[in-house]
Nanobody
Framework: QVQLVESGGGLVQPGGSLRLSCAAS????????MGWFRQAPGKEREFVVG????????SYAESVKGRFTISRDNAKNTVSLQMNNLKLEDTAVYYC?????????????????WGKGTLVTVSS
């Protein structure tokens, strides 16, 4: 079992920045690819960004490329999401997720574990 706890959400103006963090516990962190997903009001949950076990491979949704950056610290069992130039449409609950992986790759679906989410509201 892996426990994931997100933090860092809040209210920000358009064009602003936020940094989300996810703390993992329970199993060997380096066995898991990690990802961030989000769910806006009235919409389905969608993939935002993924990072491989080593941190060397990342993948981004087109809507956040150039604005969001994912990173992980395997010594601290954490994964972070730096979000810059936030837009109104970035408003959503953001979820951290983990997937066991034997390969160094990213995943955009079928994650094994989920956090409870943290709310990001972009509003003027």
């Amino acid at each position: 079992q892996v426990q994931l706890v997100e933090s860092g959400g809040g209210l920000v103006q358009p064009g602003g920045s936020l940094r989300l963090s996810c703390a993992a516990s329970g199993r060997t962190f380096t066995y898991y690819a990690m990802g961030w997903f989000r769910q806006a009001p009235g919409k389905e949950r969608e993939f935002v960004v993924g990072i491989s076990r080593s941190g060397r491979i990342t993948s981004y949704a087109e809507s956040v490329k150039g604005r969001f950056t994912i990173s992980r610290d395997n010594a601290k069992n954490t994964v972070s999401l730096q979000m810059n130039n936030l837009k109104l449409e970035d408003t959503a609950v953001y979820y951290c997720a983990a997937k066991y992986s034997s390969d160094d790759r990213t995943y955009g679906r079928n994650m094994d574990y989920w956090g409870k989410g943290t709310l990001v509201t972009v509003s003027s």
